[in-house]
Structures are given as C-alpha cells and as structure tokens.
C-alpha cells in the first residue's frame, strides 16, 4: 500500500480521539498514511514505493487548563527534501546546518550514532571548539560521548578548563585554592590562597622566572560584605583589605573591611591601618525612599607621591608610605567628609572629592577652593561639575544647574534617572540613562548624539552593592556594557563602532593597555554544569581578537602584554590572548 503522497499527492494528515483513559495512550495505525513503511528513526517512516519521508507523532492536547488530555491527535507530515537529505545521508555539516530544524527531540542522538562512524574526529573537533551552533541534545551528547571515549584528555580539560591548550604554570599544594590574583609588573602577578584549614597566603609569580618569588601569611580577606576588589595594585603599591566589622546583624551589605594592608611590591608590609573610624558614604538612592539600605564606605583611599589620603571623621589623615608613619592630619572645612578621592593639579595644589563637594588645598594645606552641594553627587568630573542621580548637573564654579528631562506623549516632562556612573573622556561626558538611552555630550554639556541603549543600572534603587563599572574609556573609544542586553563601542564623535547582542551577564570590562578592552560574561552551556567565563578580547577599532572560555573568574588576571593567567583549584594556567588560536 502507497503512502498518501503516492496516492492524493497530500503532504500532511491528522486525526484525534477523546481521551477515554487518563493512564493509557491510544494507540493510532500508520499503515493508512505511510503503507508497509521502512523506519530508521523514532516517528520517522519512509514510503516504499516513493520512498518520501514522513513524521508521524502522537500527543495529548485540550484545554490547557486541564490537568490531563481532553483528546489524543495524530498528526503526520511529509518531510521536506532538505531534511530528508539529513536523513539519509548524516554528516556533521549537515548536523550543524539543521540545528534550528523541526525534527523529532531524539533524531539527533540517533544520527550521532550513525555519524561516529564516519566521522568521529569531526564530532571531537565539534566538541573541542564547544560549537554553539548545534541543537542542545547534540551537545548533551557530545559531552556523553566525549568523557567515555577520550577519558584522559577529558581529565586534563577539566583540570585546566577550556582552552585545553593553555600552559600549566604551577601547582600549589593538594588542600590549597586561588582565590584571586592581580599583576603589579608586566611579568610578575600576585595571589591570594587559601588551605582547609582557612590559611591564607599572598604570593607573587615572575613569567620569566616561572618561579614563585615570595610568599606573606596573611589574615582572612574581606568577603561578608560588598563585592569590592580586595587585592589590588594602586600608583605603586599592593593593597589588601582584611577582616570585618559587622555593620549590621541583618543585612551583610552593610559589612566592612576591618584593616588595610599596604604593601611594597616585594611583599614588605608598609602599613595596618585599622578602619574603625567615623566615615561614612550615603548611596545616591537614599533620597529615593531606600534610607534603611544606607551604607557605611569607611575604606577608600588615594596614594599620591607616594603619600596615603585616607578618611577619618571629617579629616584626612595623610601617611608616608615611604617610612610606614602617619605625617598629618588634614581637617576639612564645614564637617565635610572625604570620599577618598583626591588629585593633583599642575600648580601642585590638592584636590579632595568630598560626600558634598570639592576642597582644594595647597602645599601649606591652606583651603583655597571650597564648594558643598546640598545633596550626594554620584559623579563629579574634572571641570567641578556634580551630576546628581536625578540627572541635573550643578557646576561647582558658577553654581548653575542643568537638567536632563524626558517629555512622554501626554505632555508631561520628568527629569531622567542615571543607570549608572557617568564616564567622562577627552572633549566630553557619556551620560546612560535607566532605560530611556545614553547621551553624548561635549565639553560644555550640549548633546551631540542620542542613543537607543544604555548601561546595566548599577546606581538605581534595585542595584544596591553593586560596585562593577560598566563603561570603560580607552584612549579614543568609549565601551558600555548591559547585563543580558549588549556591548557596544562608539568613538568619542558618537559613531557607532560595536553593537554586540548578548543574553549573559557582564561580570568585568577592563583594559590592560589602555587601548584593547576586555570583556568578561558569565557563560552557561550544555557542555558542562561547572562555572565558566567567556572572555573577549576586542580591537581599538570593535573586532573579536580573542575569544576564550574559561574555568571561572576569581583567580583571572591580564598582564600589560595580554598574557592572561588563570586558576582552578589548585593550578595556575596561562594563555597568550593574542595567539589565533580556536577557543
């Protein structure tokens, strides 16, 4: 008996039957539609006389607000040439060319089987080059088939993670883990580890030595409270923050640093200074009804001329870290409070950003510039302009304000909310909005060009903690990042260079040279349950340089040259981002 195509010319068929027995299936001919068929897949049947292809299948439907089938259909339909060529002749191309193709959810483990045959060193380049581009039960499978054929070379995958090229650089103690590590000179990074028993070490790595060049006992990190970079490299010096205080017996947040170590860069302590002091810092948030989320930031600094500025009270106080002692004491006018920002200007005067404002002060720290605003600027750039989380903008010099208002069609015009920092660059200032789009501004805050995206909020009243910058400026392009949204890269003109759909999240953009940003997204994918990273190497000019994927961000480090090291467990790994080499 013919199929119904060699019969009617028909290309598809169905027919149902009320369900009459919630635990039973009923069982539907296919001889009427497909003849004496050949079959070599689950609900696929091939016609023997005009050999089409067809997909029969059986499924339960009805009100789907029923808890079971109200009827059963049946529902069948000739395949069309292109998938039919997959059918009868599977190849990888063809695998990966169908991926997005209706077919039934167990076809592609079952051609696989076929596939291996032929082209098993094809499905293991598949699997190595962790292709995206295939159907999720194909990288199921590829993984299944992978850890039970090539067990050893699985084994070194995951020890070293993907890329499986990258070089071993050392290997700690088995009870030993990194933790997180951070370069201080173009060949020489330092980390930070921990054993079992809760015993940390700081320890520095030379490239060129391959050798580890000190190690420091030191006390437990910083980690009950905000996500704030707790090893780091700053004009000079290595800094650490350990310990805590508890700020609040509810709410971890409100934690900090109990001490900061600073460091010289063979791992000499200069200075413990204790952080039990009275300053404090209001997110921008507070006036938006969130006073209860007010948090205490008593540990930025700045390090100028080899001098410590950091805040006490409604003072500065001021180490050598030279010599490891305190100089002075710096009183601030009007109960200001340092944020811990401060410069230099070329006239050798200092400049401290405070909670409210801006005090200068020269060599005899005689206050020669004061200004206080009313409200916590959340940004203020180098012409002494405060922009505030509703997005007016008060200069410093002239006192007047300028506000950014978005009019809706009914009429009404609301002042803007920042998502985020502003970034301020060579001729201008980047200014992202919370879900209305980003300005470009010149010098004098006239727009030059308007944007339909913008930043991940990290400054609105859901983003509290949150201490990553989304925008990073390089010596003439702008990056701006939005979790689960996209990248993009626009010049300092407002062209678009880079539009970059992603659906992960951003978890650091950084530049090691100043000219190639990188970019760090969370990755997940049917190759692995562990935690990875995908980490993107960009050009000045927007194109993929390098694209890896990585264990796992803590322990990630990128030198000046794009050497990036990385840990897991207890190994170090490197690889050089700028080698054309697969993924």
């Known amino acids: ?25 009923p069982t539907f001919p296919t001889d009427d539609i497909v003849g004496h068929s050949l079959s070599k897949f689950y609900e696929i049947y091939e016609c023997k006389d005009c050999h089409s292809l067809w997909w029969i299948k059986t499924r339960g439907t009805g009100d789907p607000r029923s808890t079971y089938p109200e009827f059963y259909e049946q529902t069948a339909e000739r395949i069309d040439d292109q998938r039919s060529e997959l059918i009868r002749n599977p190849t990888v191309v063809g695998i990966i060319a169908h991926k997005d193709s ?57 020890k070293k993670g993907f890329p499986s090229f990258s070089k071993e650089l050392l290997r700690l103690e088995e009870t030993e883990s990194v ?34 060049l000190w190690t420091k006992n030191v006390q437990r990190p910083f980690l009950e409270g905000l996500e704030i970079p707790i090893l780091f490299y700053q004009s000079g010096y290595l800094c650490y923050y350990q ?23 063979s791992g000499k302590e200069i200075l413990s200074v204790p952080l039990r002091f009275q300053c404090y810092e209001i997110l921008s948030t507070e006036e938006r009804d969130v006073s ?71 060599a005899e720290d005689q206050v020669t510039f004061h200004y206080s605003s009313k409200f916590h600027p959340v940004f203020i750039d180098s012409s002494f302009r405060l922009f505030y989380y509703y997005s007016i903008v008060e200069s410093a010099d ?83 990042t939005n979790d689960y949204s996209g990248i993009y890269m626009i010049d300092f003109l407002g062209n678009l260079i880079l539009e970059k759909k992603i659906d992960s999240e951003v978890l650091a953009l950084f530049t090691f040279d100043g000219k190639h940003p990188i970019i760090v997204l969370r990755k997940h994918d049917d190759y692995t349950d562990d935690d990875q990273v995908a980490v993107f190497l960009f050009s000045p000019t927007g194109d993929v340089i390098a694209e890896k994927t990585l264990p796992a961000l803590p322990g990630m480090a990128v030198s000046f040259d794009g ?6 467990a207890n190994q170090f790994f490197s690889i050089d981002l700028f080698e054309e080499k697969q993924k």
Not at 6 to 14: E, L
Not at 197 to 203: G, R, V
């Open 563 to 568: 050497i990036s090291v990385f840990a897991k």
């Open 179 to 212: 933790f997180v590590s951070e370069f201080i000179s173009r060949d020489q990074f330092v980390f930070l580890t921990k054993n079992k028993e809760e015993d940390w070490k700081l320890q520095s790595y030379d490239l060129t030595k391959k050798q580890i």
């Open 1 to 25: 008996m013919a199929c119904l195509f060699c019969q009617k010319g028909s290309s598809q068929f169905s027919r149902s039957e009320p369900a009459r027995d919630e635990t039973r299936t």
């Open 398 to 480: 002239s006192g007047k304000k300028i506000e950014f208002k978005k009019k809706y069609e009914s009429g009404v015009s609301l002042l803007q909310q920042l998502s985020s920092k502003p970034a301020e660059f060579p001729g201008g200032i980047y200014l992202p909005f919370s879900l209305d789009g980003s300005y470009l501004l010149d010098s004098q805050l006239k727009i030059i060009k308007e944007f339909p995206f913008s930043t991940t909020d990290t400054i609105g009243p859901h983003a509290f903690g949150l201490e990553k910058n989304p925008v990073l400026v390089t010596e003439d392009r702008i990056i701006i």
């Open 243 to 265: 310990g805590f205080q508890k700020g609040s017996e509810y709410y971890s947040k409100l934690n900090r640093p109990e001490t900061l170590c600073i460091y010289d860069l």
């Open 292 to 362: 209860e989320n007010r948090i205490s930031h008593n540990f930025n600094f700045s390090i100028i001329s080899d001098n410590l500025y950091l805040p006490y009270e409604s003072k500065i106080h001021v180490y050598d870290l030279k010599t490891g002692t305190q100089l002075k004491t710096i009183s601030l006018p009007g109960w200001e409070v340092f944020s811990g920002r401060a410069f230099e200007t070329e006239s050798g005067q200092l400049l401290f950003y405070t909670l409210k404002g801006i005090v200068g002060m020269n």
């Open 102 to 158: 209706a077919l039934p959810y167990s076809f592609f483990e079952e051609i696989l089987e076929i596939v291996v045959l032929s082209e098993k060193e094809k499905l293991k380049e598949l699997y190595l080059k962790r292709e995206e581009n295939v159907h999720t039960s194909v990288k199921l499978w590829l993984r299944r088939w992978f850890t039970k054929e090539y067990p050893k070379e699985f084994e070194e995958i995951q």
